[in-house]
């Protein structure tokens, strides 16, 4: 128990101070006297007003000080000693020690690798890119910091490599290794013996290596799976913790370091990464290749370690962006992202001047791409299923600016603090949504986003830990782990803390002084929590965060133990409208009586969306029903953006529309972002007559797939041909 209950509950304390306690309350020596219950404000008021309140008054009636003590129960602690005890007492009263242990948890326990001994200052890689045999090959070398004395093993994380050989650079000498099996996320240790070292000394160590060609960051497609259907392209996707497939490295987002790239590819294919020159440098081998150089200066985790090619064309969009797309996309996306510089000077009111060497460009990947987007720093990756034709779906692009920021910059120790990364990120994206579009906005997909929280939440379980802000994630993959909860439950959190404090006013400075806080490094959720109390020590001793129930909200499963006020007013034209084709399929009278297409002829596209969403929480309608709401609203138009497609999709496939199957099936096999095509195959292996023909379907087109889409698929197979939710 700490010394703040044992107060609380109206303990026996010395009034002469005597010495600091482990928590940063003084002890007492002298005259016994019984300290009354009081509130902690009450304290900390008394101990920020350096003992103004008369300690005999009102505030604290029968209790008298020593001299010694100066009017004051906090003699001798400053300011930050107060504010640091603000924290400590949050940790000692509302969570134990397994979770204070959490909440500081520092050991990725998804790596091998051992920073505390020996960590990586920067990253030189050098690949030849063949297309033929779908591997890279080359080498990298590894320019390490010893970080104590000792003998301890250079230890980095592989998947599927082959390794040749590894050199110390300033010797030429050959260093031993040990290339263990296999561990049970996949990865192998690679383990090499470096000579006895001191603090401080650093080394460059070689590693001459070849992928495997099933090598997880690795996506080849043929010419023909591409939009141009002209040559072959490359892409990589290393987050959470496949960049070991591409290179050795310790595969942690606890290490970052800059690096340098030469990358060699076939003539007339151009190369982008992740660096900050994105198009590179580029020369002629006079071979019938083509080297492009690369540099990122701004240390970066391994996982941000992107690269593309194929054959592509780009358009400058803004003062600092272009967009990268094969050529009979490229016009398409630079209309659809036309808005990202005021995106980015959104982002910068908010929280400070971009600091990526002034570049900000997109790469509008082929449909195979599982996500939405990836914030790979100067080029964000995005999915062709954002091309609209309205805009309409940008929000994704506000997304990923925004981890320029959270993320990219200020980045999550280990992978049970990822709501570090994504609860930030999508809390500055609606940021931006609100200054840009209006705070109605911005309330309207928070509203959004609690939707899909709760659908996450069904789907894995209000008893899973997976749906905790900080999950357990010893010995699970991240993958596994993936889902809206660090997006939705982490956004909400802050949305709730922001106004707790105040509103955006109040909160807004505290997004900049995070940012510049831990900016170039790595924290975890107590970090966050020790800045944040400390940011607002006033407020804390005020009783301000006395409601917040910290444990709850970081380590209880489910929904957030609060749900925020939001503004509806954007969602009350949503839901009448969801209300009265309720009222119709209960009546049985024809739908026509009671909606027209003329009640969503003013909807924005979100609202669409959500109307959708609504009927999917509804009870599930018969084909007859939906049959009636297509033929009013043609919700079954191809045109409509794929997030409003995606959702028809699911509503006829609830209701076993044959219709809605055949076009689920087209859908999954023409994009591969798995936000849609993991919820679609769920859907129709759900149904045991489709059971069969949808995974048939699966194989078909498995390679298709990026191999983290093609594992989770093959995943959510298994657990519906088992009979398991």
Sequence with gaps: ???????????????????????????????????????????????????????????????????????????????????????????????????????????????????????????????????????????????????????????????????????????????????????????????????????????????????????????WLDASQTADKALPYLFTQCQAIHASSMFPCQDTPSVKCPYTAE??????????????????????????????????????????????????????????????????????????????????????????????AGRYDLLLLPPSFPYGGMENPCLTFVTPTLLAGDRSLSSVVAHEISHSWTGNLVTNRTWEHFWLNEGFTTFLERKIVGRLYGEPRRHFAFIGGWKALQDSVDRLGHDSPLTALIPPLDGVDPDDAFSSVPYEKGSSFLFYLETLVGGPAEFEPFLLAYVKKFQGVTLTSGDFLDFFLSFFSEKASQGVFEQVDWQAWFFAPGMPPVKPEYDHSMVETVTDIAQKIEKGVVSSEPLTQFVTSDDISTFSS?????????????????ADTLSQLDAIFDFSDPARNTEQHFRWLRLGLRAGMVTCLDAALVFVAKQGRMKFVRPLYRDMFANGDWLSKAHAHFEANANFYHPIARTMIQRDYQLAASGKD
């Design 1 to 219: 128990m700490s010394c703040v209950s044992l107060l609380r509950q109206g303990a026996v304390c010395r009034t002469a101070f005597v010495r600091p306690s482990c928590c940063g309350f003084p002890s007492y020596a002298g005259s016994r006297q019984q300290f009354p219950r009081r509130p902690l404000p009450t304290l900390l008021r008394f101990a920020s007003s350096g003992g103004a309140v008369n300690p005999g008054g009102a505030a604290f009636p029968g209790f008298t000080c020593h001299p010694a003590a100066q009017f004051s129960p906090f003699p001798g602690l400053a300011s930050s000693q107060l504010r640091a005890y603000t924290s400590a007492r949050v940790m000692a009263e509302t969570l134990n020690a397994d979770q204070v242990t959490k909440l500081r948890q520092s050991q990725d326990k998804t790596s091998f690798a051992d920073p505390s001994t020996v960590r990586c200052q920067s990253i030189h890689i050098s690949l030849n890119v063949d297309f033929t045999a779908k591997v890279l090959s080359g080498y990298v070398d590894l320019t390490v910091l010893c970080t104590a004395d000792g003998e301890a093993p250079l230890r980095l994380d592989t998947r599927s490599l082959t390794v040749d050989s590894v050199v110390d650079r300033s010797t030429g000498a050959a260093l031993s290794f040990d290339l263990a099996e296999p561990g049970r996320l996949g990865t192998s240790c690679l383990q090499v013996k470096l000579a006895p070292y001191t603090r401080g000394t650093t080394h460059t160590v070689r590693i001459q290596y070849t992928t495997s060609a099933e090598a997880t960051a690795l996506q």
């Design 263 to 356: 990358v060699t590819v076939p003539e007339g294919m151009t190369c982008l990464m992740s660096a900050s020159n994105p198009g590179g440098e580029q020369e002629s081998c006079g071979d019938g290749r083509t080297r492009f150089r690369f540099e990122q200066t701004t240390p970066i985790p391994s996982y941000l370690t992107a690269m593309a090619v194929g054959k592509m064309a780009s358009r400058k969009i803004g003062p600092r962006s272009y967009v990268w797309a094969e050529e009979s996309v490229v016009d398409k996306a630079a209309f659809e992202f036309s808005e990202t510089e005021d995106m980015l000077k959104a982002a910068e009111s908010i929280v400070g001047p971009y600091q990526w």
């Design 606 to 622: 979100g609202q669409i969306v959500m109307l959708l969403d609504q009927l999917h929480n509804q009870t599930p309608q018969s």
